[in-house]
């Protein structure tokens, strides 16, 4: 059974980083395109960042671009979201998801991820 585990959340002042990971199991990364999705309260769920089955096919939301860095980490089999310079519009649960489709770009499309963790928290104060 496919399993994505995301670690890293928790509470940062505005201004802060955090880092985010997401490790798989059953599922080989390396081949799948991933994403980081963010859901906050009152809100629909949300493309943030995506790389394709190709490394050097990644993307961002317009509204982290330039602040958060997507990458994979094959040898642990894990996809990683650094957050930089974090504002208050960044509080959300962030979502790792992948697909077990083989697709060179990354996707932004929520109906394309075959599989979804279970999300973690990031709050970020004032």
């Known amino acids: 059974q496919v399993q994505l585990v995301e670690s890293g959340g928790g509470l940062v002042e505005a201004g802060g980083q955090l880092n985010l990971s997401c490790r798989a199991s059953?599922?080989?990364?390396?081949?799948?395109?991933v994403a980081w999705f963010r859901q906050a309260p009152g809100r629909e769920r949300e493309f943030v960042a995506g790389?394709?089955?190709?490394?050097?096919?990644?993307g961002y939301a317009d509204s982290v671009k330039g602040r958060f860095t997507i990458s994979k980490e094959h040898p642990k089999n894990t996809v990683h979201l650094q957050m930089s310079k974090l504002n208050i519009e960044d509080a959300a649960v962030y979502y790792c998801?992948?697909?077990?489709?083989?697709?060179?770009?990354?996707?932004?499309?929520?109906?394309?991820?075959?599989?979804w963790g279970q999300g973690t928290q990031v709050a970020v104060s004032s």
């Open positions: 998801a992948a697909s077990r489709t083989y697709t060179p770009d990354y996707v932004t499309s929520q109906s394309s991820y075959d599989y």
């Open positions: 790389v394709g089955s190709r490394d050097d096919r990644i």
């Open positions: 059953h599922l080989t990364l390396t081949f799948s395109p």
